[in-house]
């Protein structure tokens, strides 16, 4: 009878004493159990690693990691401020008029014909181990000479025995500029940084000509607009005279390529095997990309090579308090590794940290009555559930704008008729951008007075800040004009109850979308009922993503939604988006309302070339003037972050410009393992009632069983 109950009582044992440090559920292996990895997770597969290419945040969290550009933003302090990374200092320009004559820091952009900016770098940084650098006894390249047989069986980097590395030099920084128009290379930089650095768009065209012959290498052809130095320090020369441009130089667009790589990746079969630097970069940061597994996870790791960092010293008031300069001083990075893993669906996600498996999260619509509620004076606070796990709540306004747009080619609501002007206010009043944050965006939001969001310069608050064309200032506050001035302005605009006077005909407007699923038809009921106030009726033209830019391209579309993401914390990359020479229609840029106005784009023109003060400023407030009284935009809202971190996860200050905060972050590994066993704890009870009620079902059969022997036996 003893053999028959063994299996069971296995089973029993194994359920009581299997335990180990590591929870049952663990998605992870046991052996990272105990170190300093950072956990997160990403929806979909990073498309360009490339830092030539790249250009969306989902691809920033890696690459921002692995390059190091010139300059970074300082991880701390506000406004945002820009400090060396991989330069010696942030360089200041130096202006020189046609004669090559040397002209004043504060010359005007009118004498000056040449903008030159000279970048120190810093000696002794390495690139981390990659085969590219690898070379034998007498110095030559192992890998750079392969054919597609070689890479035949090649699927990873880690099948390359050796690797080797080698010092950053000012060379490499001159080779990525080149690559913003090398042929193959589709980089979103090159139209503008063409404008901009002197013969940059005239190598693009030696480059073209020269691989119509053969391969090129980028090394055999120079140009004025970016040149080496020294060992460690290069220049670059723009046409004019552009202020922004520092802050492009934290960009990865500026950030070292070796010439190495290029030849290493461009070797038949290495594309076809996703042997690229679109897969895996090469830079000298603190990370590296070790796997890149995009149908499961992505790994980054130490670079043993990193020449090192030392955390900020010095920060905002209030930093102190909140613990954020408790590592001052010290070595960085602090975290070991950073393992993402795929999550397709929100709900897998979000569940993985609350158990503790994922360090941060996100506040999604499905998940935000259960995260975050409102206090009685409308702050948001965590929910006691949230609070009793020890998670934190971090919020910031980003520095972003999502707004409505009306085609100013448009013969209804477009033009600068007065007409026109008063139909698209009293839109912009019926639009209630506040019960659109409060519905579809949990309160997350700030309604939009203008092109620029908090924050950034020349963004104006309290009573001088508002759009007076949309809100009154009442006890201390914007309040949305009522609906019966926008009825007034229709009225005046020629459309009583919503139909033309003259001809007695609806006013039947066109909102063009993307089709996004069932999830969008409550935002587009709500968009009907807005424009409903007025009379008007809006039809819905949704198609496809690919149907959707064709429309904007040719300026088919009347009235649509669009959002902007800050590039770098100045006014100029909002105010850009209605300058009349970045219209889409003609220009292929980003003004998607193709608006235009002589004044504004004069003053444009003249705030791009000033440095900041007090004289810029009032520059800017007279163009924002101007975009209130015309209204290309229904302004729509400045979205704010709603970010959760558990107590293990340390230096959360939000950043909203820079991507390679990693390094600023700490783990405490023991915490987090303590309360991921807390919160996993196995309910065993249902398996041993399973075990008992097997054991009780057996000892019938196992009784029967030895009857019938012994009456056999007999």
Known sequence: MKTKVFPVAALLLFCLGGCSDTPWNSPYPESNAGRKIYYSSFSERPKHLDPAISYSEDEAIFIGQIYEPPLQYHFLKRPYQLVPLSATKVPQPVYYDADGNRLPDKAPDTKVARAVYTIHIKPGRYYQPHPAFARDKNGHYLYHHLDASDVADIHSLKDFPRTGTRELVARDFVYEIKRLVKPGIQSPLAGLMSRYIAGLSDLGKRLREAAKHGPIDLRDFDFEGARVVDRYTYQIVLNQKYPQFVYWLSMNFFAPVPWEADAFYDQPGMKENNISLDWYPVGTGPYMLTENNPNRHMILKRNPNFAGETYPTEGEPGDRKAGYLDKAGQQMPFIDEAYYSLEKESIPAWNKFLQGYYDTSGVLSDSFDQAIQFGSSGEPELTPAMKKKGIRLQTAVQPSIWYLGFNMNDPVVGGDSKRARLLRRAISIAIDYEEYISIFANGRGIPAQGPIPPGIAGSQQGRAGINPYVYDWVNGQARRKPLSKALELMQEAGYQDGRNVKTGKPLILYYDTVSSGAGSKSVLNWYRKQFQKLGIQLVIRATDYNRFQEKMREGTEQIFSWGWNAD????????????????????????????????????????????????????????????????????????????????????????????????????????????????????????????????????????????RQRAAIR
Not at 578 to 600: I, M, Q, R, S, W
């Open 568 to 707: 770098y914390p100045d006014p100029e990359n909002f105010l850009f988006l209605l300058y009349g020479g970045n219209t889409k229609v003609g220009h292929g840029g980003e003004n998607a309302a193709n608006y235009h106005n002589d004044e504004y784009d004069k003053l444009f023109v003249k705030m791009r070339a000033m440095d900041p003060g007090p004289k810029r400023n009032k520059v800017i407030a007279r163009m924002v003037d101007i975009l209130q009284r015309d209204a290309p935009w229904d302004w729509g809202y400045y979205p704010v972050a709603y970010s959760l971190y558990h107590s293990w996860y340390g230096n959360a200050k939000p950043n909203l410009m820079a991507r390679n905060t990693l390094k600023y972050k700490t783990i405490d590994p023991q915490l987090r393992q303590k309360k991921r066993r807390e919160w996993n704890q196995p309910v065993i009870w249902p398996v041993i009632l399973l075990g008992v009620l097997l054991l009780l079902s057996i000892i019938p059969a196992v009784v029967t069983y030895r009857r």
